[in-house]
């Protein structure tokens, strides 16, 4: 059903028509400022479908699985031994303690997936709940995909739905805010470093809150003062920081005395992702919830969803543990069984650090384990990669290549699902950040 609607998109393509419509398409994400630093964020001429009943597939599993997330992070939050799976720095201990007795520390968050749809194959490898990026890039390339002659005939056969998401992440933030016990509407400060390539997209977020009546200002943690009971931007009081920086590099670079750290320990600025979201955003989490010795915690629903949807993951360390059934004892095992593994740092983001370890030497793996007993780092088992064909011109030419693709699905205050990041590459490795990867928007099919 999904390749054949992928084939008769392709079939309404031939050299000219592609050659037009990426000359098209360049310059709208050129006059839209649809760039990543100074790359194109879209090099295809094709969005990533899903028929409804797929995605609502998707949605309802991932709900399930972030039932479980939420109970692991209760878990860890009253329980200083359970945080020790986890593998916290001293400054994350610190920190976590202001979320005890306050609200959901989700507004939004995003788990990683690889999702083979026809087959209802789904596979977690990652999930970012700290600061999850891509929903102003997504919203406006939609918008520039529907323009796109191709798409224009391609609904003639198809209904298709557009999954906006800056309306539900305005949403979500509002309500957090008030929930938080902030009254009226906030003046957010949208926080990050000022050289970071997704300062595009924040502008997209920033032009969306200001639109909708949401005053909010593009800001670097370095250029905030905390003065008389406030957070201030020069002359504007911010009330709810929306936080792109990551709270690792925040402290490290600027230390605890920072203005959003008085801020957020005294109550006077509500902040989101809130502190111990950074929790499960620790690769450690997925060794969390898979462990054996944590399987009492989860309910037999989500229990089924783990063991269908999350690949075995453990920190690596000097310990037995179950794999498959049987006790192993874990080092050994890794270092006999590279090529069904992956090595990830466990605080690391767009694809740092990562080692498969079926494009690794046994010399090298051997190091890489040695290494990786030295800082925390977890084996997760290797996961197979989607494969779909993707057009686009090369050389004036329409050529219709494989491309690798996740599906990277949207969560609201910590529970429900809308919309979805999609991802392509030409290596095993998707992510935008590591060079040579691209972004599509995702639509929903309806047969007409």
């Not at 797929?54 to 200083?80: G, M, N, P, V």
């Not at 009254?183 to 924040?202: M, R």
């Not at 051997?366 to 800082?375: I, P, S, Y």
């Amino acid at each position: 059903m999904l390749l054949g609607a992928i084939d008769h998109y392709h079939s309404l393509l031939d050299d000219s028509s592609a050659e037009e419509a990426d000359y098209v398409m360049r310059r709208k994400l050129l006059e839209r400022t649809l760039y990543f630093g100074e790359r194109p964020i879209c090099t295809v001429l094709r969005p990533h479908f899903y028929f409804a009943e797929q995605w609502a597939y998707l949605k309802h599993e991932t709900e399930i699985l972030l039932s479980a997330f939420r109970r692991a992070h209760e878990a860890c939050l009253e329980d200083a031994d359970m945080r020790q799976q986890l593998a916290l720095e001293a400054y994350e201990e610190q920190l976590f303690s202001l979320d005890i007795g306050g609200v959901v520390p989700w507004t939004s968050s995003r788990l990683d997936s690889f999702f083979r749809a026809d087959k209802r194959e789904l596979h977690y490898v990652e999930y970012n709940a700290e600061t999850p990026a891509g929903m102003g890039y997504n919203d406006i390339l939609a918008e520039v995909f529907m323009e796109l002659e191709p798409m224009k005939r391609f609904q003639q056969h198809y209904h298709v739905e557009n999954m906006t998401l800056l309306g539900d992440l305005m949403s979500s933030l509002v309500l957090g805010y008030h929930e938080w016990g902030g009254i009226g509407v906030p003046q957010i400060g949208i926080v990050d470093w000022h050289d970071v390539p997704t300062l595009n997209e924040h502008e997209i977020i920033r032009a969306y809150f200001a639109h909708h009546g949401i005053s909010a200002i593009l800001v670097d943690p370095r250029d905030l003062e905390y003065r008389n009971g406030k957070l201030w931007a020069r002359d504007f009081r911010i009330d709810l920081i929306y936080k792109r920086v990551l709270y690792s590099e925040l402290v490290h670079r600027m230390g605890m005395d920072n203005a959003i750290i008085k801020a957020i320990c005294d109550h006077a600025v509500m902040i989101t992702n809130s502190p111990s979201a950074k929790m499960m955003a620790k690769k450690a989490s997925f060794a969390f919830i898979s462990d054996e010795q944590n399987a009492h915690l989860f309910t037999a629903v989500q229990q089924k969803a783990i063991h269908a949807h999350i690949p075995w993951t453990r920190l690596v360390r000097e310990r037995k543990t179950i794999y498959q059934g049987r006790e192993v004892d874990l080092l050994p095992f890794l270092a006999d069984n590279q090529e069904r593994f992956v090595l990830k740092p466990n605080d690391e983001y767009g694809g740092k650090g990562v080692i498969l370890g079926w494009q690794t030497s046994p010399e090298a793996w051997q190091q890489e384990l040695k290494h990786a007993l030295t800082e925390p780092y977890v084996a997760q088992e290797r996961v197979d990669s989607i494969i779909r064909d993707f057009p686009s011109v090369i050389d004036g030419k329409l050529d219709i290549s494989p491309r690798f693709v996740d599906a990277n699905p949207y969560a609201f205050n910590g529970r429900t699902v809308y919309g979805c990041l999609t991802r392509l590459s030409s290596m095993a490795l998707l992510n935008v950040t590591a060079g040579g990867g691209s972004v599509v928007p995702t639509f929903l099919l309806h047969r007409k």
